[in-house]
């Protein structure tokens, strides 16, 4: 079977028409995966993935994380499910995950259990496309820099409650430091930004916060992104090694739960 797909915008996303039975085909996994890092995120509408299905589908596509129950993290901000629940803020921002390891996560799969009835929409930003349009001085300007990403410092930028307690558990999460602009192994460069970017090593302060700030909101403009309007049962498929995230905020009683799967790196940040 091939897959029916159709672009939802012209930088970043694909809707995919299909039932939950059709994507359980080694095939089909390997022609998504091909799509998604193409497109970078992949759109089924009100797909209604059972958790199985969702970590068979993952296990088709990639090397599954271990994490949650069998596969499935639930992303909630309620805290009798999730008791890291405040730090859930930080995904309010414009982010990557796994800025704190050498090798980022590939890709996850989320599904869409029980919505906020306000706010909760996710956004995604093409970083590949954004560097490609980058003015040509631009690019050169970037050659060769390096950020530093703190976890304390997207905690801090997020909000959450500067606890003693929480700033022993953010300090405990080593600073990285990696290169501002990443050459894949395909070749193909994005950027690594978001709100875990602290400064660019060597370059004064106010220099640092005004570049970082400049490209974050040259990434996120709306020609490279993709604003998710949840339905129940929508599964999304994002790659994070290129395109950044955000949820819209939404309130901690809100109810809001979502299944996560998460595909294990591949490839260290270069
Ligand atoms: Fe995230």
């Not at 859930?88 to 090798?103: A, N, Q």
């Not at 090694?241 to 739960?257: C, I």
């Amino acid at each position: 079977m091939a897959v029916q797909a159709e672009n939802l915008t012209p930088t970043i996303g694909s809707q995919v028409f299909c039932r939950p039975n059709d994507l359980l085909d080694p095939v089909v996994g390997g022609q998504l995966r091909q799509l998604l890092v193409e497109r970078g995120v992949l759109v089924f509408r009100a797909l209604h993935l059972e958790d199985e299905q969702q970590v068979q589908l993952a296990g088709m596509m990639g090397k599954l994380r271990p994490e949650g129950q069998k596969g499935i993290f639930k992303v909630t901000l309620d805290n009798e499910v999730n008791a890291q629940a405040e730090y859930l803020k930080g995904s309010f921002l414009w982010h990557m995950d796994g800025t704190h390891d050498d090798v980022p996560v590939f890709a996850s799969l989320l599904t869409g259990r029980k919505l906020s009835q306000v706010g909760g929409q996710t956004g995604f930003a093409n970083s590949y496309a954004a560097y490609e349009a980058l003015p040509r001085d631009m690019k050169v300007r970037l050659e060769g820099l390096r950020v530093v990403h703190s976890f304390e410092v997207s905690m801090m930028r997020a909000d959450v409650g500067r606890t003693d307690a929480n700033v022993a558990y953010w300090r405990s999460i080593p600073e990285k430091t990696h290169s501002l602009v990443w050459t894949h192994q395909c070749g193909r460069k994005s950027l690594v930004i978001g709100c875990h970017a602290s400064h660019v090593v060597g370059m004064n302060r106010e220099e640092s916060d005004a570049l970082l700030a400049e490209l974050l909101e040259w990434v996120t403009q709306p020609q490279f992104t993709y604003w998710h309007e949840w339905t129940p049962g929508d599964l999304l498929i994002w790659d994070n090694t290129g395109v950044l995230h955000r949820a819209e905020p939404y309130p901690f009683d809100s109810g809001r739960v979502m299944h996560r799967t998460t595909l294990l790196g591949e490839e260290a940040f270069a």
